[in-house]
T-cell receptor, first 111, second 116 residues
């Protein structure tokens, strides 16, 4: 079963707008990661936030983590058409590094 | 540098056939993972290797699924007597670290298996 759940399932915005995706999870985690998956390509790691961190930035990406609410958010600022993809959050517990993925958010950015 | 590669990229099998999916991890990566991704879903863990040792196979859905990594590099996922519910994208990922909790996983492009 999948531990993480993303919200919304689908998001459609115009270029230049910001996109926010949320992720909720169920058990304690070691860290939480966000991945992007384009059609025809594999999963690409975007950013990792550790359980003792609350916010992290990487370029146009901002990730927050609230362990008390077991939730995370991914913000993409000034979106581009090339950001169109599925975005997954993945949590990693203590057991041998396996990742637990959510169902993903399908983001469409219109030019 | 070369990333994780998988072959074939696409495989069509008749129900009941056996298939073998190959993963070439990044050279020197100790940890190797297999995931199954059904249409519209996120990847689900199948199995994990540290070098040649299969340390976790708790995600394999049935005894028709078998994975090996005999020399600690290339890995093969074998599915015997394929069923329609096996249709999915099979993703391989590798990680440099012996303790993969600390390392990023690098994913291959996947093999899309369609069972007719």
């Amino acid at each position: 079963s999948q531990q993480g759940e993303e919200d919304p399932q689908a998001l459609s915005i115009q270029e230049g707008e910001n996109a926010t995706m949320n992720c909720s999870y169920k058990t304690s985690i070691n860290n939480l990661q966000w991945y992007r998956q384009n059609s025809g390509r594999g999963l690409v790691h975007l950013i990792l936030i550790r359980s003792n961190e609350r916010e992290k930035h990487s370029g146009r990406l901002r990730v927050t983590l609230d362990t008390s609410k077991k939730s995370s958010s991914l913000l993409i600022t000034a979106s581009r058409a090339a950001d169109t993809a599925s975005y997954f959050c993945a949590t990693r517990g203590s057991t041998l590094g396996r990742l637990y993925f959510g169902r993903g958010t399908q983001l469409t950015v219109w030019p | 540098g070369a990333g994780v590669s998988q072959s074939p990229r696409y495989k069509v099998a008749k129900r009941g056939q056996d298939v073998a999916l190959r993963c070439d991890p990044i050279s020197g990566h100790v940890s190797l993972f297999w995931y199954q991704q059904a249409l519209g879903q996120g990847p689900e863990f199948l199995t994990y290797f540290q070098n040649e040792a299969q340390l976790d196979k708790s995600g394999l859905p049935s005894d028709r699924f078998f994975a090996e990594r005999p020399e600690g590099s290339v890995s093969t996922l074998k599915i015997q007597r394929t069923q329609q519910e096996d249709s999915a994208v099979y993703l391989c990922a590798s990680s440099l670290n012996r303790t993969p909790q600390r390392g990023e996983q690098f994913f291959g492009p996947g093999t899309r298996l369609t069972v007719l």
